[in-house]
């Protein structure tokens, strides 16, 4: 991957250092990357340019996506193509008219959820809250109540970890085995009904896309930076009663969790 020094924006998120031509208001920004000497190499680089219509020989095909080893296309009607290369590469082809709000919607989710597995790492689909010195992530499928669980941990005081999309790697230090979670980026984004039983006022929040009740929460002051040890993963289910039900995943059981809850699954 050629790294050209002209990217106006540098990033840090889920473990990457990430440059980038579009302005990613969520992400931590930091420094451009240097050694002190040159200019290094970021992890994944984001830029506006042409993206091929399909894939040659795709080894998959979905109703928006085409993948092929190392290579991964999302068409999004009536917002933008992405091309994801090798893990490292980002091309974005915006349609007519399109809000970069909406662009960032797809690039935070499912394209970068391509780079994810790319990259080798664990994407799960769930929440991450710093515990001790260590992170419990909560999973589910959509509606579960991932991000409201988070949510009301932080105003106990807990401290978000990450929000929806969780990347989990193996710590490359040999005398601390074992997975770590890289910390996504300060936001948690929460539907309205949610808020409102919380007593918060929506309005004051970024509405996530035009005619979607779900809100951009920020988080700054509880907010973990540093990557940590998984202690614990939580699959959360309705439950109809009123006290909470804990019950051990054992067994093979735990591999299908993990499966059922990775997230884009499907892309691999």
């Known amino acids: 991957m050629s790294f050209k020094n002209s990217y106006p924006y540098y990033y840090q998120a889920f473990g990457l250092n990430i440059a ?35 894939l040659a020989q795709p080894k998959l095909k979905g109703v928006r996506f085409q993948v092929k080893p190392d290579e991964f296309l ?8 992405y091309h994801v290369l ?19 919607v797809f690039l935070l989710g499912s394209t970068f959820g391509a780079i994810f597995h790319q990259r080798g790492m664990l994407p799960l689909h769930g929440s991450a809250i710093k515990v001790e010195e260590s992170c419990v992530v909560f999973c589910g499928t959509s509606g579960r109540g991932k991000s409201t669980t988070a949510s009301a941990l932080i105003k106990r005081g807990y401290s978000l970890h990450a929000d929806d999309v969780c990347v989990i790697s193996f710590n490359p230090d040999e005398n601390e085995k074992g997975p770590i979670v890289f910390p996504a980026f300060p936001q948690i984004k929460l539907w309205e009904d949610a808020l409102k039983k919380a007593g918060d006022d929506y309005s004051s929040y970024t509405q996530i896309r ?38 051990p ?20």
């Open 86 to 104: 090798q893990g490292n590469r980002i091309i974005i082809n915006p349609l007519p008219d399109t809000d970069e709000r909406d662009i960032r």
């Open 249 to 268: 995943i054992a067994g093979m059981k735990k591999l299908y969790a993990l499966k059922n809850h990775t997230y884009r699954f499907r892309y691999l």
């Open 74 to 81: 999302l068409t999004v009607d009536n917002i933008a193509r």
């Open 20 to 54: 980038s031509e579009i302005k990613i208001p969520e992400f931590l920004a930091r420094e451009n990357y240097t050694d002190g000497t040159s200019q290094k190499q970021p992890d994944v680089c984001i830029h506006w340019g042409d993206v091929p219509e399909s």
């Open 210 to 247: 035009e005619m979607i009740a779900k809100y951009a929460v920020p988080v700054t002051r509880q907010f973990n930076t540093k990557p940590l040890p998984l202690k614990k993963i939580y699959v959360l289910n309705p439950y109809e009663k009123e006290a909470i039900h804990i019950e």
